[in-house]
């Protein structure tokens, strides 16, 4: 069965940087496509980067968009989150999973279902 860990996170002031990984075992990564979801202290899960299953595009939550961007090292078998200007918002465990698929939400933003996913990482934004 693959396994998903999260790391990279931590406190960051406003405005700073973060670059999560994801490395991927027991599975070829490139047998997977992964997405980013995160959820907060009394809210709920919260998609932040998905791919399509109809045409394998890269989708970027509107909280996101413009600031954080996926990459994968298919040779080490790890994807990055890298986060830049960072908010308050963006507080929450921080999650990588495989996408079983995407769907449109009623809101009509792209999300996805997740087979896998790992135990996540923190992020903490200060003001």
């Known amino acids: 069965q693959v396994q998903l860990v999260e790391s990279g996170g931590g406190l960051v002031h406003i405005g700073g940087s973060l670059r999560l990984s994801c490395t991927v075992s027991g599975g070829n990564l490139d047998d997977y496509s992964i997405g980013w979801f995160r959820q907060a202290p009394g809210k709920e899960r919260e998609g932040v980067s998905c791919?399509?299953?109809?045409?394998?595009?890269?989708y970027y939550s509107d909280y996101v968009k413009g600031r954080f961007t996926v990459s994968r090292d298919n040779a080490k078998n790890t994807v990055y989150l890298e986060m830049d200007s960072l908010k308050p918002d963006d507080t929450a465990v921080y999650y990588c999973g495989t996408i079983k698929r995407s769907h449109i939400t009623p809101a009509q933003t792209m999300d996805c279902d997740y087979e896998y996913w790992g135990q996540g990482t923190q992020v903490t934004v200060s003001s």
């Open positions: 791919v399509s299953s109809a045409n394998g595009k890269r």
